[in-house]
């Protein structure tokens, strides 16, 4: 079995900053690619951001990008998530995912964190 942990969650003022972590344990596991998604209080999950292992592409959704940056190491399944200039419409938890295949913003992943609160104060 594959396990993700995420890490680095917390409460900051709107404008700051926090990176989250998340590192995979477990069996051997080859990720096609990793991502973060989010649930909001009486919302639906939804897609951050991901990576693709493969040429190192990455995708951001249009609410984040410009002030979310996902970065990670292939050969350690390990995915970190740099946000800056947080909202107060970031507040969510915060999931890790990784997956062997299949686009990269579907929720449809493979394997799940069990996710970091993040909240934003204004």
């Known amino acids: 079995q594959v396990q993700l942990v995420e890490s680095g969650g917390g409460l900051v003022q709107a404008g700051g900053s926090l990176r989250l972590s998340c590192a995979a344990s477990?069996?051997?596991?080859?990720?096609?690619?990793m991502g973060w998604f989010r649930q909001a209080p009486g919302k639906e999950r939804e897609f951050v951001t991901a990576i693709n292992w493969s040429g190192g592409s990455t995708y951001y959704a249009d609410s984040v990008k410009g002030r979310f940056t996902i970065s990670g190491v292939n050969a350690k399944n390990t995915v970190y998530l740099q946000m800056n200039s947080l909202k107060p419409q970031d507040t969510a938890v915060y999931y890790c995912a990784a997956r062997s295949r299949g686009p990269v913003i579907r929720s449809d992943y493979d394997y799940w964190g069990q996710g970091t609160q993040v909240t934003v104060s204004s």
């Open positions: 477990g069996r051997t596991f080859r990720s096609y690619a």
